[in-house]
Nanobody, 114 residues
Framework: QVHLVESGGGLVQAGGSLRLSCAASGIFNINTMGWYRQASGKQRELVASITREGSDAYADSVKGRFTISRDNAKNMVYLQMNSLKPEDTATYYC?????????WGKGTLVTVSS
């Protein structure tokens, strides 16, 4: 059974940093992984993605501040978030599509205070 579990969220002051982790179980040779976020009252949006080979892409709003990475041997994906802003406050989710099935974690809350 496939599970994605996010961790690393919390409360941080503006300008601070957090590192989110996503642990995948029940999956081998994960393909593209993505980090999404959903702020209160807003639609869920793609923040960053990374292919199995390590090619990454970012939303314009986080370019230069966030870095996505992965450890294929450990089935882990990370999101390093620097220079955090209050508008980064959201629940962050990891996601992958595996053999045509769409899997999401339950999310980790990031709150950035001004």
């Amino acid at each position: 059974q496939v599970h994605l579990v996010e961790s690393g969220g919390g409360l941080v002051q503006a300008g601070g940093s957090l590192r989110l982790s996503c642990a995948a179980s029940g999956i081998f040779n994960i393909n593209t992984m993505g980090w999404y976020r959903q702020a209160s009252g807003k639609q869920r949006e793609l923040v960053a993605s990374i292919t199995r080979e390590g090619s990454d892409a970012y939303a314009d709003s986080v370019k230069g501040r966030f870095t996505i990475s992965r450890d294929n041997a450990k089935n882990m994906v990370y999101l390093q978030m620097n220079s955090l802003k209050p508008e980064d406050t959201a629940t962050y989710y990891c996601r992958t599509i595996y053999y045509g099935m769409d899997y999401w974690g339950k999310g980790t809350l990031v709150t950035v205070s001004s």
